[in-house]
């Protein structure tokens, strides 16, 4: 099976053979009483990484933006939300809202819109705190997060970034939004799980030291849930490691698979959506029927992201720096082909129902 459907971006996988040994998985313990161990060189690495003063680590992304939003409420804000926001942060969000905080999504990308509801968030007292994410897979450009980081610090708030999709992968050595916008100061702050280019499955927050001092006085995941495992920090650890000597080597490489399956796909007819990111996303007419089109791909050997929004269904792939020229002009072989029958097969029924047969 040629898979297209997994998000390790850069390939790395951590089999449990290059992780070392431990004494314990977990320490039965949460991580406000103790961190495991290898935490903190872990945070203090990713911080260096992103270009902020200090992180911490958390389970997941859910636990972080959470207890982020829950922190940031206890001074008056007001939540201004990009339309492309993905969902679990937007949860965060949405959770500080159900407790007062007021909340109001903008359309993406739209600097007009969230400077005039920064200006009305000022006039009633509060500061904007303006949640994205880094990059948004499908989208043909990363939102304006230079204006936006400008648009937070002079209405004295905060610019929140969901950058999973973008680290390890944009940025001066994989450093993510931060580094690639050239963005930095107090009022920015990061959560990003690491499950995607660097294959640890574990949240970290980068932002100012005070910020992530006071986080860790508030965090209710600290107190009430198991930190990251050692595992995941082993696995962190290393594609750190891998980062540092090859990041450069498998970034280039995933681009020019990216690029290659691009021009392959253009070279069958096959449509694409606008987007140089590794999640290649097909623009189908609505004569297409893309659940048809990934049981058909399956057969053939294929695996790819099968994506429902209401009655209309299409398909992803993933393209990642493990995958060889060949695997990319196979799977883009097939897909031209499930097409070509699929068009039949609707060409041939239409036939039949239009001379009643």
């Known amino acids: 099976m040629l898979d297209f459907a997994n998000a390790l971006y850069l390939g790395l996988r951590h089999p449990s053979t290059g992780l070392g040994e431990w004494d314990a998985l977990t320490l039965g313990r949460p991580a406000a009483s103790a961190d495991p161990p290898g935490a903190a060189q872990l945070a203090a690495a990713l911080a260096l990484l992103c270009g902020c003063e200090a992180a911490t680590l958390l389970p997941s992304t ?71 994410d880094g990059y948004s897979p499908g989208a043909a450009q990363a939102p304006p997060l230079a204006a936006y980081a400008a648009l937070a610090r002079e209405a004295g708030g905060w610019l929140v970034l969901d950058d999973t999709q973008a680290i390890g992968l944009f940025g001066a050595g994989g450093g993510g939004s931060l580094r690639r916008h050239g963005i930095k100061g107090p009022h920015v702050v990061v959560g990003s799980s690491l499950s995607k280019a660097f294959g640890a499955p574990l949240a970290v927050l980068c932002a100012s030291a005070d910020l992530v001092r006071r986080f860790g006085q508030s965090s209710q995941a600290r107190v009430h849930s198991s930190p990251p495992s050692v595992a995941s920090i082993r696995a962190a650890l290393a594609a750190l490691r891998i980062n540092r000597a090859h990041g450069d080597q498998l970034r280039q490489r995933l681009w020019c698979r990216v690029a290659q399956w691009r021009a392959g796909a253009a070279r069958h007819g ?16 609505g004569r297409t029927d893309g659940v048809a089109l990934h049981a058909c791909l399956r057969r053939a050997g294929v695996d790819a992201v099968l994506q429902r929004a209401g009655t209309q ?25 499930c097409l070509r029958a699929q068009a039949a097969s609707v060409g041939h029924t239409r036939r039949e129902y239009e001379y009643g047969i």
Not at 313 to 337: G, N, Y
């Open 62 to 132: 859910l636990h972080l933006f959470c207890d982020l939003f829950e922190l940031m409420a206890q001074t008056p804000v007001a939540i201004l939300v990009d339309g492309a926001s993905y969902p679990i942060a937007r949860a965060g969000a949405e959770r500080a809202a159900a407790k007062g905080t007021p909340l109001t999504v903008f359309a993406h990308g739209d600097v007009g819109a969230l400077r005039r509801l920064a200006q009305v968030a000022r006039r009633q007292g509060r500061r904007p705190l303006i949640l994205a």
């Open 270 to 285: 096959i449509a694409l959506r606008a987007s140089g990111f590794p999640v290649q996303t097909l623009a189908l007419d």
């Open 313 to 337: 269904a299409t398909l992803s792939f993933i393209v990642t720096a493990r995958h060889a020229p060949d695997d990319i002009e196979r799977a883009l072989a097939l897909l031209a082909a």
